[in-house]
T-cell receptor
Framework: DGGITQSPKYLFRKEGQNVTLSCEQNLNHDAMYWYRQDPGQGLRLIYYSQIVNDFQKGDIAEGYSVSREKKESFPLTVTSAQKNPTAFYLC???????????FGQGTRLTVV | QKEVEQNSGPLSVPEGAIASLNCTYSDRGSQSFFWYRQYSGKSPELIMFIYSNGDKEDGRFTAQLNKASQYVSLLIRDSQPSDSATYLCAVNRLTGGGNKLTFGTGTQLKVEL
């Protein structure tokens, strides 16, 4: 099946720990994105990547890091520097950055 | 000024009516425009995209774009209870870091029986 896979679906983290969210796509898309969604809010862009080995900060990059070593993978690390990490994290991909994006099923991160 | 603005709603319409959802954007250089539907607890799914001024129809959905007014809308004809969801407007614009896809906060639509 072609698509975008995020794992895990639910993730619990203790305060002070780093955690990495996985995003894999087999659509041969060049562009990939990470968004964060809080209750009652829209999607806020964390990082985006136009092509492998390249990525750009979005609007709320502080406390997050990414890598894009392979075209199909764009993992997001939530570091201990992120003060309010509890949220719904969404990964998306598109053929290029000016075409429609498709989303994975999301990861719900809760800090306990 | 927010890059992409939508009324949060809720917008309530009776079943069978036309629902009209609106979105404005701040960057005149924005190039492409998208509407997504998001059910509670789920990820967004693409409904339509539009690149040129005018109307674009797909089944019960019509997207309208007016670049001069920096306005994009989505019309849903013959609204059904299953259309009840949050509708997100997204705008793509070219920045120094490449094309950036920015979302509005979404409009909650409720279709009542």
């Amino acid at each position: 099946d072609g698509g975008i896979t995020q794992s895990p679906k639910y993730l619990f983290r203790k305060e002070g720990q780093n955690v990495t969210l996985s995003c894999e796509q087999n659509l041969n898309h060049d562009a990939m994105y990470w968004y964060r969604q809080d209750p009652g809010q829209g999607l806020r862009l964390i990082y985006y990547s136009q092509i492998v080995n390249d990525f750009q900060k979005g609007d709320i990059a502080e406390g997050y890091s990414v890598s894009r070593e392979k075209k199909e993978s764009f993992p997001l690390t939530v570091t201990s520097a992120q003060k309010n990490p509890t949220a719904f994290y969404l990964c998306a991909s598109s053929i290029s950055t000016d075409t429609e994006a498709f989303f994975g099923q999301g990861t719900r991160l809760t800090v306990v | 000024q927010k890059e992409v603005e939508q009324n949060s709603g809720p917008l309530s319409v009776p079943e069978g009516a036309i629902a009209s959802l609106n979105c404005t954007y701040s960057d005149r250089g924005s190039q492409s425009f998208f509407w997504y539907r998001q059910y509670s607890g789920k990820s967004p799914e693409l409904i339509m995209f539009i690149y040129s001024n005018g109307d674009k129809e797909d089944g019960r959905f019509t997207a309208q774009l007016n670049k001069a007014s920096q306005y994009v809308s989505l019309l849903i004809r013959d609204s059904q209870p299953s259309d009840s969801a949050t509708y997100l407007c997204a705008v793509n614009r070219l920045t120094g870091g490449g094309n950036k896809l920015t979302f509005g906060t979404g409009t909650q639509l409720k279709v009542e029986l």
